[in-house]
Nanobody, 122 residues
């Protein structure tokens, strides 16, 4: 079972990036897929998640209206579309998955990707 996050890079404030999380090894179409991030010197924090079975997504307040999580069951992939980026969005972004848990606590997610770096300059 493997999750691979990619699509990170550099952007200017106000710009956009789309991260992808490709899953392999099993069918994640009924899983909860989460996105977390860890900024330099800070703890990892929850960004949002999507219930792949229902399509329902949840977001932390600091990304609401700017970030959108979506999924493509055919590709076993979830996306994090990030718009109106801010310098404080600079972090390593991780995707995670769990068959049951749908909350914001990172250690409750069973599967993790390796992270992809997003850098936003002002």
């Amino acid at each position: 079972v493997q999750l691979q996050a990619y699509g990170g890079g550099s952007a200017q404030a106000g710009g956009s990036l789309r991260l992808s999380c490709a899953a392999s090894g099993r069918d994640f179409s009924n899983y909860v897929m989460g996105w977390f991030r860890q900024a330099p010197g800070k703890e990892r924090e929850f960004v949002g998640n999507i219930n792949r079975r229902t399509g329902s997504a949840t977001y932390e307040d600091f990304v609401k209206g700017r970030f959108t999580i979506s999924g493509d069951n055919a590709k076993n992939t979830v996306y994090l579309q990030m718009n109106n980026l801010r310098p404080e969005d600079t972090a390593v972004y991780y995707c995670a998955a769990d068959r049951v848990y749908s909350g914001a606590t990172d250690y409750q997610y069973a599967y993790w990707g390796q992270g992809t770096l997003v850098t936003v300059s002002s």
